[in-house]
């Protein structure tokens, strides 16, 4: 009896000692950032000896999309699913001015390119900061992977990322991509807006001349669209003397 009592104290002193160093670790983590806690958890996610250590890592709270893209980085493919099952973004994450996706044509791992298309349909981000850095290898990777990106029509106010490149005067890109897809030059807005609508309402004049030399059948297409829309902003171009 006297031995059973002096194991018990043995254990629970240590069980005590143990959770005293579990809690000095989680005040430890708690006053790490986010982005260190996600590199410790990338650092012990294969090591089944620190399973404890990444249980309080993500019950913490880490930078999920950091995760992904250092599993795409360091060519961690199952650190990849895990970072996307937990919602991570691809596309509107940013590293060194590079969203995720940016990183994974880039780095041109086949595998990451399928997960990336499979749980992935939004590349706006990634179009539009390609084509602000006027990275037209990625605009056209883009294109061959999966040809609807450019016509998706986003959430928020119903554009697509054809609209979006229109808006940002971002003439290089939008030349090359309807240059290979031409029926691109149709796309709509959800409200069923053309190009040729947002243009002039947006009085891009940049953008607006370009699309001049653009379409075949320019002039007649605007005069049309002044004859029979309603926005004055739109109706504000008759005078315009290229479109006499």
Known sequence: EIGQTSDYKEEDVLSEK???EQQKLI???????????????????????????????????IDIDLLAYMACRFNKTDVLEYALSKGASLDSYFVSGETTIETILKLDNPEHIKIMLKNNSDFLCTILNAAENNNLEIISK??????????????????????????????SAFDHITSIEPEYLKSITSKGESLLKVALRSANDKMLTFLLSKYENIKEEIKSLIEHDEDSLVKSFVARPDLE
């Open 27 to 61: 005040e430890k983590l708690e006053s790490c950032t986010a982005q260190d806690r996600t590199k410790l958890l990338f650092n012990v996610f294969h090591d089944v000896q620190k399973i404890s250590i990444f249980n309080i890592i993500k019950s913490i709270g």
């Open 142 to 171: 883009i294109h061959q992977l999966d040809k609807n990106a450019f016509i998706k029509n986003d959430n928020i106010i119903g554009y697509t990322p054809i609209h979006f490149l229109l808006l940002g005067n971002h003439i």
């Open 18 to 20: 143990l959770k005293l």
